[in-house]
């Protein structure tokens, strides 16, 4: 009898297979503590130790995690059922306490992820493993909107004293940026900053692996050519975070494959539609991106396809939208890039009254999306095709960024993600008059219809699904039509892997070591 | 000799001063940190609070003051990208850098004056020439192509080594060494090559030079004359006379070996101060670029004066001060 669980392990072992994972991409986390810095790859690597109420499934819906069910009381209150029999690492219990201090945690002022709840104005406990969040007012995408809002275990943060947040002023350092206690499949063996990042899987998790990987690193390799070359030589397995031109000859080596995927993410440019007379143009005494012809015709002089060919290698998807395929309110029949025709683009600009065309500059990121900078120069040369004289002004992204949030410029290249898989996050953002908050907090060219406004704020607050969907669709179709932006393409982001390691790829560019084999 | 290294201290404070002066006039050049730190979710509003609680929002040489009236209590602030204390990232980076640029050093020393004697010595033998080529490729190839082309050659190709990091680490008190481990001994050989074949072919160049000369001199002449052996009139004599120049310029080296990590460091993902610095550029975390630009400077500083130091142990006629 004593050798039965020996046995039991054997067996176990042999058709589960604990394998390792060594991944690479490009940038290290900045901190391990789930509540403090909104950026992707420290959301992708605390996602694996933290987890939330809800998470998507393969598909980017929404199901359970730490809330096993949940029920609308009223359009402003839920209640959700939490999940029982779940420890966090340390072997504490999980329980309504746990999220009800994470929410006060999360909305602490020195982080930056409040965004993950709100809407929210309280988080209830009713008892041990019942919840309720009160909210100031409907809000159709809750579920999608906390999964990012993740759980920490009460009792460890306050042993630890890790009750607040890393402060910017602070001497010292919040033991939660270094170490984790979460619920999650795997758990933090170790982070050497710009070397690697540890876990082991956590053998008491509630869920179901639909991998193999036991132990997986993460190594952040800054430089693209090395990033390459150690999956070459065999260093690491999985290799995100691609520089284009590497792609084919990836794909080519028989060592490896390479699984494709698009990102969340479109790429497009902005034009000031505010000043009367543009800040960087020949033309004075008046704004020609305020008539729509002249933004008509600036898509309409865009071939997009040439620039999948040439300048993307085939790694994207020309756009005719403004949210990329997988966000909800995007569909292929809507999603129709504007016909490439240098003659009907002359043709509206003549009538627009600039015959000759005119001249403008166009700001352009140069280290932050995929070839960002040979885009822009493409844009130039088809520009000039319609007479359009384009003074390019690249620069790093450090710079750029706020200079165009200053409203300093007169068109712009920029790409917007959607961490919630939901258009309104792009419409409110990107097209929604600028007031206060996240309305219009990246409309850089200052885009103003009180049309679409109205729409927006009625997306905001509608719980019917069916009425949802179709004020969706009426904000994407006029934000296409009115040309606001010059939409180019959604971002294509292969990852590249030996042959023994299949994944499933994530729209968000988060790669998940639960969907992850080794063989 | 009290006196003279008292002034050069006090010289060594004014540079470094002058350096952190430039350094934060430059900064707002580089971008703005808040961007980063709260993401594109973050309201016109929460940026301006931010901005206010870091002080970025005072001019540039307000933010000067304030960091070197902390910086003489030894404090830098946090660093904006990761949250911790500047002065914990620069210690745990340091040892990493100060491996690697050793390593390099040495190697460069080493090999370079070996090349260099060779060549001088033989100067039309077959392996001469070749090492004359190979030195014009060291000085001319820019060093991140170096680093590929190796990665490229002993990693992908014939697998003998790995292609990024330290390898294993063994830690002594605060202290980190990839020096004790198989690991850490592989992971260094390519970057320490890298980092290093400028310097070498610099050091190949000039001692060969330096024993051309001394070769020509007259009382290699007498030695000769006096029937030493080839060993003792190449090595004892004239070699050591070659050393002096080679040392000088090894020294004021070691301090560009250091500060200009960078791009090997990259390269290789060698987790050391130069990735830091360029990362930190990148997010434009003021706190620790200034950081990092003093450190750099009192590097230079330091090496200088010890080399001032050497020089006048060395030479009898500095000792006699001007009055």
């Known amino acids: 009898m004593r050798f039965l669980p020996l046995l039991v392990s054997l067996l176990l072992g042999a058709s589960a297979q604990a394998a390792n994972l060594r991944w690479a991409a490009q940038n290290d986390i900045l901190t391990f503590d789930p509540h403090s810095q909104n950026h992707a790859t420290t959301l992708t690597m605390t996602m694996h130790v933290y987890e939330g109420l809800t998470r998507y499934d393969r598909n980017y819906n929404v199901e359970p995690a730490l809330a096993t069910s949940w029920q609308e009381i009223s359009p402003t209150h839920w209640r959700f059922s939490l999940r029982k029999g779940v420890q ?30 709100a809407g929210v104005s309280e988080v209830k406990k009713i008892d041990d493993y019942t919840v309720d969040f009160i909210l100031a007012g409907p809000h159709p995408i809750l579920l999608r909107n906390i999964i990012d809002f993740r759980i920490m275990s009460k009792v460890w943060a306050e042993k630890t004293r890790s009750q607040n947040i890393q402060d910017y002023k602070a001497r010292e350092e919040t033991y939660a940026s270094r170490n984790a206690n979460g619920t999650g499949p795997y758990v933090l063996k170790g982070w050497e900053p710009d070397k690697q990042i540890v876990f082991t899987v956590n053998k008491n998790w509630w869920g179901r692996h639909d991998g193999n990987v036991s132990d997986f690193t993460y190594t952040p390799i800054k430089a693209a050519a090395t990033r390459v070359a150690a999956l070459l030589s065999g260093d690491v397995d999985m290799v995100t975070d691609l520089p284009t031109q590497d792609v084919e000859r990836l794909r080519r080596n ?160 920029l790409g917007w993600g959607v961490a919630t898989f939901d258009a309104l996050y792009t419409l409110q953002s990107l097209v929604r008059t600028q007031t206060t908050g996240a309305d219009g907090s990246f409309n850089c060219g200052r885009v103003s219809d009180p049309k679409l406004d109205a729409v927006i704020d009625a997306i905001k607050i509608t719980t019917d699904l069916k009425k949802r969907d179709a004020l969706l669709r009426e904000g994407l179709v006029a934000t296409r039509d009115n040309a606001y932006y010059v939409p180019l393409h959604h971002q294509l982001r292969p990852w590249a892997m030996k042959k023994n390691v299949s994944t499933v790829h994530r729209a968000d560019d988060r790669p998940e070591a639960r969907f992850t084999r080794v063989d | 000799m009290l006196a003279f290294i008292l002034r050069r201290l006090a010289q060594a404070v004014v540079v470094m001063l002058a350096v952190g002066l430039i350094a934060f006039a430059l900064f707002r050049f580089v971008g703005d940190p808040v961007l980063f730190m709260l993401g594109q979710d973050a309201t016109p509003q929460d940026r301006e609070r931010v901005t206010r609680l870091l002080g970025l929002d005072q001019p540039f040489y307000v933010q000067y003051a304030s960091f070197v009236e902390r910086a003489v209590q030894g404090e830098f602030g946090l660093s904006l990208r990761q949250m911790r204390p500047v002065s914990a990232l620069i210690v745990e980076r340091l040892p990493a850098t100060l491996e ?75 202290w980190t060494t990839g020096l004790l481990t198989a690991s850490g001994l592989k992971a260094l050989v390519l970057p320490a090559i890298t980092l290093g074949l400028f310097q070498m072919t610099l050091i190949q160049r000039l001692t060969r030079a330096e024993m051309l000369e001394v070769l020509r001199t007259d009382y290699i002449r007498f030695a000769r004359a006096r029937g030493l052996t080839d060993r003792a009139v190449h090595f004892r004599h004239a070699l050591k006379n070659t050393l002096v120049p080679v040392i000088t310029i090894t020294g004021l080296q070691l301090g560009s070996i250091i500060a200009f990590a960078i791009i090997t460091e990259t390269v290789f993902q060698w987790p050391g101060l130069g990735l830091l610095f360029i990362q930190a550029v990148n997010f434009a975390d003021v706190p620790v670029m200034a950081a990092y630009l003093c450190l750099a400077a009192l590097f230079f500083v330091v090496i200088n004066l010890v080399v001032d130091l050497l020089y006048y142990a060395v030479d009898p006629r500095l000792r006699i001060q001007p009055a």
């Not at chain 1, 945690?105 to 982080?111: A, C, H, L």
């Open chain 1, 254 to 413: 028989d060592k490896l494959k390479v699984i494709d995927g698009h990102e969340v993410r479109t790429i497009f440019i902005g034009l000031d539609q505010h000043n009367d007379e543009l800040l960087f143009s020949s033309v004075k005494g008046r704004n020609p991106f305020k008539d729509v012809r002249v933004r008509r015709a600036l898509n309409m002089a865009v071939d997009r396809e040439a620039i999948k060919r040439v300048t993307m290698r085939g790694l994207s998807i020309p756009a005719g939208l403004m949210v990329a395929p997988g966000v909800h309110g995007h569909s292929k029949e809507l999603d129709q890039p504007w016909p490439y025709d240098v003659r009907g683009a002359k043709k509206l600009l003549a009538e627009a009254g600039y015959p000759n065309g005119f001249e403008f500059t166009l700001d352009c990121p140069n280290n932050r999306y995929v070839n960002d900078e040979e885009i822009c120069q493409a844009l130039v040369g088809m520009w000039a095709r319609v007479g359009l004289g384009v003074k390019l002004n690249a620069m790093p992204f450090a710079t750029f960024i706020p200079k165009i949030l200053k409203h300093d410029t007169s068109a712009y290249m």
């Open chain 1, 88 to 117: 966090f690492h340390d072997g504490s219990p999980f329980t309504a306490d746990d999220v009800v201090f994470s929410f006060g945690r999360i909305r602490q002022p020195q982080g930056t992820m409040q965004i993950y709840v």
């Open chain 2, 100 to 174: 690697l640029s050793f390593v390099a050093a040495l190697l460069a020393l080493v090999a370079g004056i070996a090349m260099g004697v060779y060549t001088a010595l033989r100067p039309r033998a077959r392996l001469s020439q070749l090492l004359l080529a190979v030195s014009l490729i060291g000085v001319s190839l820019p060093t991140f192509l170096i680093g590929i082309l190796l990665i490229l050659v002993f990693s992908v190709q014939l697998g003998w080594l790995p292609s990024f990091g330290r390898g294993e680490t063994l830690a002594i008190g605060w």
